[in-house]
């Protein structure tokens, strides 16, 4: 079992840069898939991005490519999302999650990840 710790978020303007970090405890993160989703108030949670186990492979919902970064550090046992050139809407709550056995047409779905970080608030404003 892993446990998931997110740090990272806060408010910004837009056009700011914001860095959400996910740390593991009790497995190695680097042979999970992890994702990254969010939820505005009102909405349905949503995909934002993946990281996948085998040499990393990145895949970004279309809103946030580009703008948005989604990186490994195994040393710390730890993923990141940098969040670039940050937008209004991408207010929302942020969480990670993990899955070790997740197929590649499925990493945008969340009901397929079996492991959450607490979440953490990101607000921009205009």
């Known amino acids: 079992q892993v446990q998931l710790v997110q740090s990272g978020g806060g408010l910004a303007q837009a056009g700011d840069s914001l860095r959400l970090s996910c740390a593991a405890s009790?497995?190695?993160?680097?042979?999970?898939?992890v994702g990254w989703f969010r939820q505005a108030p009102g909405k349905e949670r949503e995909f934002v991005a993946a990281?996948?186990?085998?040499?990393?492979?990145?895949f970004y919902e279309d809103s946030v490519k580009g703008r948005f970064i989604m990186s490994r550090d195994n040393a710390k046992n730890t993923v990141f999302l940098q969040m670039n050139s940050l937008k209004p809407e991408d207010t929302a709550v942020y969480y990670c999650?993990?899955?070790?056995?997740?197929?590649?047409?499925?990493?945008?779905?969340?009901?397929?990840?079996?492991?959450w970080g607490q979440g953490t608030q990101v607000t921009v404003s205009s």
């Open positions: 990281i996948f186990r085998s040499g990393g492979s990145t």
């Open positions: 009790g497995r190695r993160l680097n042979n999970y898939v």
């Open positions: 999650a993990a899955d070790a056995h997740l197929i590649l047409s499925s990493v945008r779905r969340s009901d397929q990840y079996d492991y």
